[in-house]
Nanobody, 123 residues
């Protein structure tokens, strides 16, 4: 069982930046592909980014590519999402998730989830 705890959300003006963190509880954190998803009010949860266990491959949704950066610190069992050039449409609850499958972008392909952290971008 992997427990994930997100932090770092908040209120920011358009064009601003945030860094989200996701801390994992388990030593086998390194065995999983880590992903970030987001869910805006009234919308389905959508894939944002993912990273392999060793950090050498990343994948991004087209809407965030070039603005968001995913990274992980194996020793700290933590994955990060840097959000730059934020837009009001980035407003959502952001979730961290773990999967045993590289390339997974569907929520059903992720086995463990955090509780989410709110990101609000004002115009």
């Amino acid at each position: 069982q992997v427990q994930l705890v997100e932090s770092g959300g908040g209120l920011v003006q358009a064009g601003g930046s945030l860094r989200l963190s996701c801390a994992a509880s388990q030593r086998t954190f390194g065995n999983y592909v880590m992903g970030w998803f987001r869910q805006a009010p009234g919308k389905e949860r959508e894939f944002v980014a993912s990273i392999t266990w060793n950090g050498d491959s990343t994948n991004y949704a087209g809407s965030v590519k070039g603005r968001f950066t995913i990274s992980r610190d194996y020793a700290k069992k933590t994955v990060y999402l840097r959000l730059n050039s934020l837009r009001p449409e980035d407003t959502a609850v952001y979730y961290c998730a773990a999967s045993a499958r590289w390339g997974a972008i569907a929520t059903s392909q992720y086995d463990y989830w955090g509780q989410g952290t709110q990101v609000t971008v004002s115009s």
